[in-house]
Nanobody, 122 residues
Framework: QLQASGGGLVQAGGSLRLSCAAS????????MGWFRQAPGKEREFVGR????????DYVDSVKGRFTISRDNAKNTAYLQMNSLKPEDTAVYYC?????????????????WGQGTQVTVSS
């Protein structure tokens, strides 16, 4: 089970850190991903992190602004979002997968958190 938190309302240029807390003792066995969905749009890949945390991958629109990390001892993954823009406004979801390839595709993820709203005002 995944629980996302940390969303809120922030002005453009501001920062937020989202957390994704996982239950269970095998958190470190799963690659994790972050996705977002704006109203009327499809769910979009934001970034992902490998099981150890040594490999990350981001969509071009957030590179240099967002950072994904994880603390396997705390069963928690993070999405640090800096220099936020109004176009980053969306519901953000964390997800875990048993797969090791094609991890930009949301259909490759087995477990999903409930989502947390991020709103960036201009």
């Amino acid at each position: 089970q995944l629980q996302a938190s940390g969303g809120g309302l922030v002005q453009a240029g501001g920062s937020l850190r989202l957390s994704c807390a996982a239950s269970g003792r095998t958190f470190g066995s799963y690659p994790m991903g972050w996705f977002r969905q704006a109203p009327g749009k499809e769910r979009e890949f934001v970034g992902r992190i490998s099981r150890s945390g040594s490999i990350t991958d981001y969509v071009d629109s957030v590179k240099g602004r967002f950072t994904i990390s994880r603390d396997n001892a705390k069963n928690t993954a993070y999405l640090q979002m800096n220099s936020l823009k109004p176009e980053d406004t969306a519901v953000y979801y964390c997800a875990a997968t048993q797969n090791l390839s094609q991890l930009r595709d949301p259909s490759r993820y087995n477990y999903w958190g409930q989502g947390t709203q991020v709103t960036v005002s201009s």
